[in-house]
């Protein structure tokens, strides 16, 4: 029962305002951070139970705030609408002495996928994704919590991978020498780059293609899922979330650098999906969007190396290396992004439309 006992779930659940009857609890080894339990009925999968990581996120409550003011934009005709079951005493979560937990339904015959081949299913992330923020674009970004704070700043992470060098074992900085020269030659190319200019929007913030969820029968897109990190941020973050996910055939953690690719007609079909909505970025914005596809998988590299230099504890792992590995992965894809950047922009520029004003 992953690492909670089947009795504590179900006492979990209880507190929880469902009709009582017998559920199947199953662990979902899913994210690097919560963990996950799909509730099931005698017919079919009905709920998604997840405890909601304390060490990670501090602010339990702005974080579900965030959420709750989310999910009342995010529901249309083409845009699946998800649940909090609230608690018996009306509360969107539960906080008992393992932590705080959280219950939401389940869309029935739906889907994840880590990577695809199919522009079909990349074209549809892309319009679900712009779908997203074409519904959430007159939220008030004041409404929403910094759960944690410049979550995807550069200079932060930078700050944060100094420290870990300066303190990091020796045997660890030198198994991550090359990364570590990766790394400050990176940050010299992706500073040049003036992003702070640019329109704040409320963003999903973790926008990678597993946390969109398609329709079993006919893979259209019908939602984004795991809404933790909802809060401000700069639309060229979730664009350049999905894009290293997407266009990218292997997975995240990929150890063999060969099969890291970056696919052109992926591509073009994920920014052809987003301008299947009506307009809603700015030329600015336009313009920014391919530093996405290189900074998003920069910055996730540079986290998971600093973990690693700080003996792995935010994300967690499976084996010694992991963090290394996903960090050589992400850093050889910031480096394919980035030989593909005049051809990024080339693209989007031509595909889409600023908003009119
Ligand atoms: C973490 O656990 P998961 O997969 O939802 C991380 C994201 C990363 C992701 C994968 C709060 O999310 O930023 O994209 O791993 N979330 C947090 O690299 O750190
Ligand atoms: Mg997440």
């Known amino acids: 029962m992953g690492i909670h006992s089947e009795d504590r779930l179900k006492s ?9 009857q017998e559920y199947v609890i199953n662990p979902l080894n899913i994210g690097y951070i919560n963990d996950t339990y799909l509730i099931s009925d005698r017919v079919a999968p009905k709920y998604i139970l997840q405890r909601v990581n304390h060490n990670v ?13 989310a999910l009342r934009f995010l529901c249309a005709n083409d845009y699946k609408k998800i649940e909090l079951i609230s608690t018996f005493l009306g509360k969107s979560y539960l906080e008992d002495s393992t932590g705080f937990w959280r219950l939401m339904t389940y869309l029935e015959n739906s889907t994840t996928y880590n990577t695809t081949t199919s522009t079909k299913i990349a074209f549809e992330a892309g319009r679900i994704i712009g779908k997203f923020h074409l519904l959430l674009a007159d939220a008030d970004v004041r409404n929403y919590v910094e759960t944690i704070p410049q979550f995807h700043s550069l200079q932060l992470r930078e700050r944060q991978f100094q420290v870990a060098l300066s303190t990091a074992n020796k045997e660890r900085s030198e198994v991550a020498n090359e990364a570590i020269l990766f ?4 940050l010299k190319r992706l500073k040049a780059f003036n992003i702070s200019n640019l329109p704040v929007r409320v963003c999903h913030n973790d926008t990678k ?3 969109v969820l398609f329709s079993k029968k006919t893979n259209t897109a019908l939602c984004l899922i795991d809404l933790d990190t909802i809060m401000k941020g700069y639309f060229l973050y979730d664009f350049g979330d999905a894009t290293r996910t997407i266009v990218n055939m292997a997975p995240e953690d990929e150890q063999e650098l060969s099969k890291i690719t970056f696919e052109r007609d992926l591509f073009e079909s994920f920014v052809n999906g987003i301008a299947a909505n009506e307009p809603f970025l700015t030329q600015q914005e336009l313009d920014s969007l391919h530093i996405g596809t290189v900074l998003m998988p920069f910055l996730h590299g540079i986290r998971a190396l600093t973990d690693y230099l700080n003996n792995d504890i935010y994300y967690k792992v499976t084996y010694e290396n ?36």
């Open 12 to 20: 979990i659940l209880s507190k929880f305002d469902l009709v009582e």
């Open 57 to 69: 996120f501090k602010d339990i409550d702005g974080l579900m705030g965030n959420i709750e003011n």
């Open 183 to 186: 790394t400050k030659e990176m």
């Open 209 to 211: 293609f597993n946390n």
């Open 322 to 357: 992991q963090n290394l590995d996903r960090c050589l992965s992400l850093f050889d894809f910031t480096e394919k992004a980035h030989n593909q950047m005049d051809y990024m922009q080339k693209v989007i520029l031509k595909v889409l439309k600023p908003i009119k004003h």
